[in-house]
Nanobody, 129 residues
Framework: QVQLVESGGGLVQAGGSLRLSCVAS????????MGWFRQAPEMEREFVAA???????????YYADSVKGRFTISRDIAKNTVYLQMSSLKPEDTAVYYC???????????????????WGQGTQVTVSS
């Protein structure tokens, strides 16, 4: 089992920045993909960003088109933590943000929530106009 705990959400004005953190614990050795999804009220959960890694390969990041150039996902190996740095926030970024973990994935699966095995409890991000 892998436990994921998110933090860093809050209320910010449009154009502002927030950094979300996701700390992983437990049997994390097989969770070589960690991602962020978000869900706004009455909307489906959508992919935001993910990062993958494996032995002999550099980290690789994936982003939804809606956040490219504004959000950056990164990983601190020593802290078993993945970050989502969010800049130039827009009101449409308002949602509950969920951290997720799963096995190493290729491009075909990285965007699908169903491919991730473990989920955090979510953290609310609210962007005011």
């Amino acid at each position: 089992q892998v436990q994921l705990v998110e933090s860093g959400g809050g209320l910010v004005q449009a154009g502002g920045s927030l950094r979300l953190s996701c700390v992983a614990s437990g049997r994390t050795s097989r969770s070589n993909t960690m991602g962020w999804f978000r869900q706004a009220p009455e909307m489906e959960r959508e992919f935001v960003a993910a990062i993958t890694w494996s032995v002999g390969r550099a980290n690789y990041a994936y982003y939804a088109d809606s956040v490219k150039g504004r959000f950056t996902i990164s990983r601190d190996i020593a802290k078993n933590t993945v970050y989502l740095q969010m800049s130039s926030l827009k009101p449409e970024d308002t949602a509950v943000y969920y951290c997720a973990a799963g096995p190493f994935m290729t491009n075909s699966g990285i965007y699908q929530a169903g491919e991730y095995e473990y989920w955090g409890q979510g953290t609310q991000v609210t962007v005011s106009s």
